[in-house]
């Protein structure tokens, strides 16, 4: 079975276009949404109403945002550098900033791509798509952790 993408997007609008991107391209990966920081947090380390998931399972991509609620992007994506569990995950900032502190304090903490998302429709589509193609279907992930 495919592992799931995370998304940790506040924004319904942008959830709707990266999953019409995803499913245009014909990724198959099953989509979580995390709509702040402390559900996202929550997901990968198996807490909270993740507390059933089998947290060696984790994703073969995180995109996320980094203005989110309850705890920052920025944040986030220490969490997830600071565990051993999560360190080797691919994670790609797909943000509205395009604030050169912004990107240099992603790739501080650790992004692995950092992706200002356009303003056009269209071109959201199309920037999601090429993200989809190399993190999903070309890069070559760590493999899941076994238990």
Do not use: C
Not at 9 to 30: H, I, Y
Not at 38 to 54: C, M, P, S, T, V
Not at 124 to 146: D, H, K, M
């Amino acid at each position: 079975m495919d592992r799931p993408i995370l998304l940790i997007e506040d924004s319904r609008q942008d959830e709707t276009l990266v999953r019409r991107a995803l499913k245009g391209l014909g990724v198959r990966n099953e989509i979580v949404v995390a709509r702040d920081g402390a559900e996202a947090l929550d997901y990968l380390f198996g807490l909270g109403a993740w507390k059933d998931r089998k947290i060696e399972e984790q994703p073969v991509l995180v995109l996320l945002d980094i203005s989110l609620p309850k705890v920052d992007g920025f944040e986030v994506l220490r969490q997830i550098r600071a565990d051993p569990l999560t360190r080797l995950l691919s994670v790609v900032v797909l943000t509205a900033s395009r604030s050169q502190s912004d990107v240099l304090a992603g790739y501080r903490v650790g992004a692995d791509g950092y992706v200002v998302k356009p303003h056009d429709v269209g071109a959201f589509v199309e920037v999601t798509q090429e993200l989809g193609n190399y993190w999903v279907r070309i890069n070559e992930p760590p493999p899941a952790l076994s238990s």
